[in-house]
């Protein structure tokens, strides 16, 4: 039974650092690009951040370019994204993916597993 779990999700005012960790779990790892995406509340789902299986290539969308950092531990079946400079348009659901594609890492219907999300909350 393949499991995501994202975990670290809360409440963090405007500035302030957050870091998400996801654990997966029944899949083979290593054969997983892993990617970040959120939805905020009314919006549909947006990509956020990717890892490559492999060579650990990293893509960010726009809005999170230079504040947030995603990386993998391929030894704990772990990725992470850490969020810094936190800002109040950054409230949402995150939720980490998996897909065994090494292309088109930015779209959703990419990704075959999915977690059951963490909400992250930036107030102003």
């Known amino acids: 039974q393949v499991q995501l779990v994202e975990s670290g999700g809360g409440l963090v005012q405007t500035g302030d650092s957050l870091r998400l960790s996801c654990a997966a779990s029944?899949?083979?790892?290593?054969?997983?690009?892993m990617g970040w995406f959120r939805q905020a509340p009314g919006k549909e789902r947006e990509f956020v951040s990717a890892?490559?299986?492999?060579?650990?290539?990293?893509y960010y969308s726009d809005s999170v370019k230079g504040r947030f950092t995603i990386a993998r531990d391929n030894a704990k079946n772990t990725v992470s994204l850490q969020m810094n400079s936190l800002k109040p348009e950054d409230t949402a659901v995150y939720y980490c993916?998996?897909?065994?594609?090494?292309?088109?890492?930015?779209?959703?219907?990419?990704?075959?597993?999915w977690g059951q999300g963490t909400p992250v909350t930036v107030s102003s």
């Open positions: 993916a998996c897909t065994a594609r090494s292309w088109a890492y930015t779209l959703g219907s990419s990704y075959l597993y």
């Open positions: 029944g899949l083979t790892f290593s054969n997983c690009a």
């Open positions: 890892i490559s299986r492999s060579d650990g290539k990293t």
